[in-house]
């Protein structure tokens, strides 16, 4: 069967490398991507025409503002790279590059804003925060009236996105790509060996690797591959005007403002304006699934829904008031849970890979691309891009919770991203049978993958709830409180937020020696291990323990379950290993603190004595009645055990220990005490100073790396880093703070110069200092060394430490 490429009828190969679906600017962006780095045989099969879903009616704004850094890095390669496209195909993406403005009119705004210039510094972004005079003097239709400052970012500004997805397809054919357009996808079949028959109403295509861009029909092309992707259409509006003197006549084109407040974008459009309103009375679109008809139309008008934003933007833009409206645009845009989009090789599936929930597709349409063709071609993406990593979500997203998700993160879109928020939408989902414990307690909760976990528990007539905030919030003294009782006495929490692994046969030695770093440990002992992907960066970190002659267990990060087990089965063997995932039923608690043993010597049933149960241990044994497996290790960095038993046993568990603990000052505490408890001991954290942009050389943790073994991935870039030093290195400081302390991404300062920047931080409350971690030039790593960090806009001095705050020798933790 023939179909429509490029203006000629063209049969529809047999064969493709690559088949991507859907030609809206993230589909051409993908098959762009691909031909540059060198694989050609690459197909686009699009329904209808380029740009029939959500590109066509979007208002084609584009912006750096990104609360995660390496996606504000990705949106400015894709600002970047429009002037490229143009001149690569020939085609005219229609820039305007006319700067744009994020207004703050509250403290709180303020400080967001002043966080983000931080990010921004050692990005290399030239942002940079301006008065009202100023504002004023940039968009003088902008009433300034109780606002306090803006973010001025000059790379902002809009396109045409007409002429920038047709730019993306042009230099994709003039690279080897076909287009084959009015070819509607029927249906996948998974073959054997990893292909794709993708069948279309022109003919069957066999394809190597299938891409589903698919946009508003993503979850329809998902559903043809066996998987419910974690996205949801909204509907969007924005209102286009008649000609307004004061637009038109102003000498030069006006920025865009970002008005949060008013839930409103604003931006020129020819002699008028355009607005935008991300609006809390907002619609889910399609519940059942997108028509295969929908394509170039409208939704029906509903400005009732916008009502208070527009009056808003009457006030703040006076010149709307007396302005008509010549077009008003409601159309559907897809997104993801927390708004990101869902990129790379789907979990539980070969070779299909995602490039949807793209929401501000000509702000990150170009990092997509990159970075999902880098991933494909190259094995692995050139920045760590987990915030937009379809496998950051699990098998808790069910339709109705996605939808909730969405809904708030649309609702969300302008709201200050304060670093401690838990939001409430889609909660509580998971939980675990010690839930009603803790709530009973007054604990007050977070939730991380679908799972309830405590954050700290608030004393009576305290509200239970966290104040969100940039600065120390009203959970200041209550985690004190808790790590003063771990440190003196003995603490008590869930280890239910790991994600836990079992491995078993006769391989599983052999296999894990493979994928992780470190050599496996003998019988009855744990090892620290980071997982590496072929450049040497560090995919995870595990502890593993061997229960077995062909049994372990690993324990990592709870949210990075669905990344892990993408990575076990894309390099399973084909016998001899099995793997599962038992994060949900296999829950229990730790217990740290100099009263740990004492506690648990009340309670076990083996000898677990220094010398019987020494650090670095694990042994199955009975805590009271209930069957557990114990660990000898504590994140906490104290004395403490790890306890391990079946769901079911978990409330047992916890009134045995609770019994025993009573005269030895047993005390529960949450994730915020972990975490201050964990700066003190200088220990990293998975995504912030353990990520896939960092290496075990940088970080430290090139001592848990067994280079006496002879093959493992990532052992080749290791080694090399090994050899020559990387230019940077993980260091702790102690920050001279005054209310607020370090979240991640404050620039680091020496000499009046950025050098480095934080991976993460907070207050370690017993020993009584603001910490933070971070990469500065290795160099430059020198016990006592002064150098200044900037946190909300002020420069603090912070000076280096190379020992750990608290038991720098570890007797406390190894005792």
Same mark, same amino acid.
């Given at each position: 069967?023939?179909?429509?490429?490029?203006?000629?009828?063209?049969?529809?190969?047999?064969?493709?490398? /690559?088949?991507?679906?859907?030609?809206?600017?993230?589909?051409?962006?993908?098959?762009? @991507?691909?031909?540059?780095?060198?694989?050609?045989?690459?197909?686009?099969?699009?329904?209808?025409? $380029?740009?029939?879903?959500? !590109?066509?009616?979007?208002?084609?704004?584009? +912006?750096?503002?990104?609360?995660?850094?390496?996606?504000?890095?990705?949106?400015?390669?894709?600002?970047?790279?429009?002037?490229?496209?143009?001149?690569?195909?020939?085609?005219?993406?229609?820039?305007h590059h006319v700067g744009g403005l994020t207004l703050a009119d509250s403290p709180e705004r303020l400080d967001f804003l002043k966080a983000e210039r931080a990010k921004h510094r050692y990005m290399g972004l030239e942002t940079e925060i301006v008065g009202p005079e100023e504002i004023r003097k940039l968009s003088p239709i902008t009433d300034t009236d109780g606002v306090l400052a803006a973010l001025y970012d000059p790379l902002d500004g809009h396109l045409d996105p007409y002429g920038t997805t047709h730019a993306y397809a042009r230099a994709a054919r003039r690279n080897g790509a076909e287009i084959h357009l009015h070819t509607k996808v029927e249906s996948l079949a998974a073959k054997a060996k990893?292909?794709?028959?993708?069948?279309?109403?022109?003919?069957?295509?066999?394809?190597?690797?299938?891409?589903?861009?698919?946009?508003?029909?993503?979850?329809?092309?998902?559903?043809?591959?066996?998987?419910?992707?974690?996205?949801?259409?909204?509907? +969007?509006?924005?209102?286009?005007?008649?000609?307004?003197?004061?637009?038109?006549?102003? @000498?030069?084109?006006?920025?865009?403002?970002?008005?949060?407040?008013?839930?409103?974008?604003?931006?020129?459009?020819?002699?008028?304006?355009?607005?935008?309103?991300?609006?809390?009375?907002?619609?889910?679109?399609?519940?059942?699934?997108?028509?295969?008809?929908?394509?170039?139309?409208?939704?029906?008008?509903?400005?009732?829904?916008?009502?208070?934003?527009?009056?808003?933007?009457?006030?703040?833009?006076?010149?709307?008031?007396?302005?008509?409206?010549?077009?008003?645009?409601?159309?559907?845009?897809?997104?993801?849970?927390?708004?990101?989009?869902?990129?790379?090789?789907?979990?539980?599936?070969?070779?299909?890979?995602? =490039?949807?929930?793209?929401? *501000?597709?000509?702000?990150?349409?170009?990092?997509?691309?990159?970075?999902? =063709?880098?991933?494909?071609?190259?094995?692995?993406?050139?920045?760590?891009?987990?915030?937009?990593?379809?496998?950051?979500?699990?098998?808790?997203?069910?339709?109705?919770?996605?939808?909730?998700?969405?809904?708030?993160?649309?609702?969300?879109?302008?709201?200050?991203?304060?670093?401690?928020?838990?939001?409430?939408?889609?909660?509580?989902?998971?939980?675990?049978?010690?839930?009603?414990?803790?709530?009973?307690?007054?604990? /007050?909760?977070?939730?991380?993958?679908? $799972?309830?976990?405590?954050?700290?528990?608030?004393?009576?007539?305290?509200?239970?709830?966290?104040?969100?905030?940039?600065?120390?919030?009203?959970?200041?003294?209550?985690?004190?409180?808790?790590?003063?009782?771990?440190?003196?006495?003995?603490?008590?929490?869930?280890?239910?937020?790991?994600?836990?692994?079992?491995?078993?046969?006769?391989?599983?030695?052999?296999?894990?020696?493979?994928?992780?770093?470190?050599?496996?440990?003998?019988?009855?002992?744990?090892?620290?291990?980071?997982?590496?992907?072929? *450049?040497?960066?560090?995919?995870?970190?595990?502890?593993?323990?061997?229960?077995?002659?062909?049994?372990?267990?690993?324990?990592?990060?709870?949210?990075?379950? *669905?990344? @892990?087990?993408?990575?076990?089965?894309?390099?399973?063997?084909?016998?001899?290993?099995?793997?599962?995932?038992?994060?949900?039923?296999?829950?229990?608690?730790?217990?740290?603190?100099?009263?740990?043993?004492?506690?648990?010597?009340?309670? *076990?049933?083996?000898?677990?004595?220094?010398?019987?149960?020494?650090?670095?241990?694990?042994?199955?044994?009975?805590?009271?009645?209930?069957?557990?497996?114990?660990?000898?290790?504590?994140?906490?960095?104290?004395?403490?055990?790890?306890?391990?038993?079946? =769901?079911?046993?978990?409330?047992?568990?916890?009134? !045995?220990?609770?019994?025993?603990?009573?005269?030895?000052?047993?005390?529960?505490?949450?994730?915020?005490?972990?975490?201050?408890?964990?700066?003190?001991?200088?220990?990293?954290?998975? $995504?912030?100073?353990?990520?896939?942009?960092?290496?075990?050389?940088?970080?430290?943790?090139?001592?848990?790396?067994?280079?006496?073994?002879?093959?493992?991935?990532?052992?080749?870039?290791?080694?090399?880093?090994?050899?020559?030093?990387?230019?940077?290195?993980?260091?702790?400081?102690?920050?001279?703070?005054?209310?607020?302390?370090?979240?991640?991404?404050?620039?680091?300062?020496?000499?009046?110069?950025?050098?480095?920047?934080?991976?993460?931080?907070?207050?370690? +409350?017993?020993?009584r200092k603001s910490v933070a971690l971070g990469f500065v030039p290795r160099e430059m790593v020198e016990d006592g060394a002064g150098f200044e960090i900037e946190i909300l806009g002020d420069l603090r001095p912070a000076t280096l430490t190379t020992v750990p705050l608290y038991d720098p020798d570890g007797t406390r933790m190894r005792g």
């Amino acid at each position: 069967m023939k179909t429509r490429i490029g203006g000629a009828d063209v049969d529809l190969k047999s064969h493709a490398r /690559v088949v991507v679906i859907g030609g809206g600017v993230v589909g051409c962006s993908v098959l762009y @991507h691909l031909t540059k780095l060198g694989w050609t045989d690459v197909v686009l099969i699009e329904r209808s025409e $380029l740009t029939s879903g959500s !590109t066509w009616h979007a208002a084609g704004g584009f +912006h750096t503002l990104n609360a995660d850094t390496n996606m504000a890095a990705l949106q400015g390669y894709t600002i970047r790279l429009y002037k490229e496209l143009e001149e690569i195909s020939g085609q005219a993406c229609g820039l305007h590059h006319v700067g744009g403005l994020t207004l703050a009119d509250s403290p709180e705004r303020l400080d967001f804003l002043k966080a983000e210039r931080a990010k921004h510094r050692y990005m290399g972004l030239e942002t940079e925060i301006v008065g009202p005079e100023e504002i004023r003097k940039l968009s003088p239709i902008t009433d300034t009236d109780g606002v306090l400052a803006a973010l001025y970012d000059p790379l902002d500004g809009h396109l045409d996105p007409y002429g920038t997805t047709h730019a993306y397809a042009r230099a994709a054919r003039r690279n080897g790509a076909e287009i084959h357009l009015h070819t509607k996808v029927e249906s996948l079949a998974a073959k054997a060996k990893g292909e794709w028959d993708v069948v279309t109403d022109k003919g069957t295509i066999t394809a190597g690797h299938v891409v589903n861009a698919a946009g508003l029909w993503a979850r329809e092309v998902g559903r043809m591959a066996g998987v419910e992707l974690p996205l949801h259409p909204m509907e +969007h509006q924005y209102l286009i005007t008649d000609d307004i003197p004061e637009v038109y006549e102003h @000498h030069t084109e006006l920025p865009h403002v970002m008005d949060p407040t008013g839930e409103s974008y604003l931006r020129q459009e020819g002699r008028g304006l355009v607005i935008g309103f991300y609006e809390q009375d907002c619609t889910p679109w399609a519940t059942g699934g997108t028509s295969w008809d929908f394509g170039h139309e409208l939704l029906p008008n509903d400005l009732d829904r916008v009502g208070e934003s527009l009056e808003f933007a009457f006030r703040r833009y006076p010149v709307l008031a007396r302005a008509g409206i010549k077009q008003i645009i409601n159309g559907p845009f897809t997104f993801a849970p927390d708004g990101n989009p869902l990129v790379g090789p789907v979990p539980g599936l070969r070779n299909y890979w995602s =490039a949807c929930a793209v929401m *501000a597709g000509f702000s990150q349409g170009g990092g997509v691309g990159l970075s999902l =063709a880098e991933w494909m071609v190259e094995g692995e993406p050139s920045r760590d891009i987990f915030a937009m990593d379809v496998a950051r979500f699990g098998d808790y997203c069910t339709r109705p919770y996605t939808r909730e998700k969405v809904r708030e993160n649309y609702q969300r879109r302008f709201a200050i991203s304060y670093p401690n928020e838990e939001l409430p939408a889609g909660r509580p989902l998971y939980t675990t049978p010690a839930y009603g414990i803790w709530k009973a307690q007054r604990a /007050v909760f977070g939730s991380g993958y679908g $799972l309830e976990h405590v954050n700290y528990f608030a004393p009576e007539g305290e509200p239970l709830f966290e104040t969100p905030t940039f600065r120390r919030s009203n959970a200041f003294a209550a985690v004190a409180e808790e790590c003063r009782a771990v440190r003196e006495a003995v603490g008590i929490n869930e280890v239910h937020n790991f994600g836990k692994y079992e491995v078993t046969g006769p391989g599983a030695e052999d296999w894990l020696n493979r994928i992780m770093a470190n050599r496996m440990p003998r019988e009855g002992k744990l090892v620290l291990s980071p997982m590496l992907s072929p *450049a040497g960066r560090i995919i995870g970190d595990f502890t593993i323990a061997r229960l077995g002659p062909e049994r372990f267990q690993l324990v990592a990060a709870y949210a990075a379950q *669905a990344h @892990h087990m993408r990575w076990f089965q894309q390099h399973m063997p084909d016998s001899g290993v099995a793997v599962r995932n038992v994060s949900l039923d296999r829950l229990g608690l730790q217990i740290a603190g100099p009263n740990a043993r004492k506690l648990l010597e009340r309670v *076990a049933d083996i000898d677990v004595s220094k010398e019987a149960f020494p650090f670095l241990s694990v042994r199955e044994m009975n805590i009271g009645m209930v069957p557990a497996i114990v660990s000898r290790v504590t994140f906490s960095g104290d004395l403490g055990y790890e306890i391990f038993t079946p =769901a079911a046993f978990q409330a047992a568990l916890y009134e !045995t220990l609770a019994e025993a603990g009573r005269d030895l000052g047993l005390k529960p505490f949450g994730m915020r005490a972990m975490m201050s408890l964990r700066l003190e001991k200088s220990f990293g954290a998975w $995504l912030r100073e353990f990520k896939p942009e960092y290496t075990p050389a940088e970080t430290g943790l090139e001592r848990f790396v067994s280079f006496q073994k002879e093959d493992f991935i990532g052992r080749e870039a290791a080694q090399r880093e090994r050899d020559n030093p990387p230019a940077r290195q993980l260091t702790t400081f102690v920050v001279d703070a005054d209310d607020a302390d370090v979240w991640g991404d404050e620039p680091i300062y020496r000499d009046g110069k950025i050098v480095g920047y934080v991976t993460s931080g907070g207050y370690a +409350h017993y020993v009584r200092k603001s910490v933070a971690l971070g990469f500065v030039p290795r160099e430059m790593v020198e016990d006592g060394a002064g150098f200044e960090i900037e946190i909300l806009g002020d420069l603090r001095p912070a000076t280096l430490t190379t020992v750990p705050l608290y038991d720098p020798d570890g007797t406390r933790m190894r005792g």
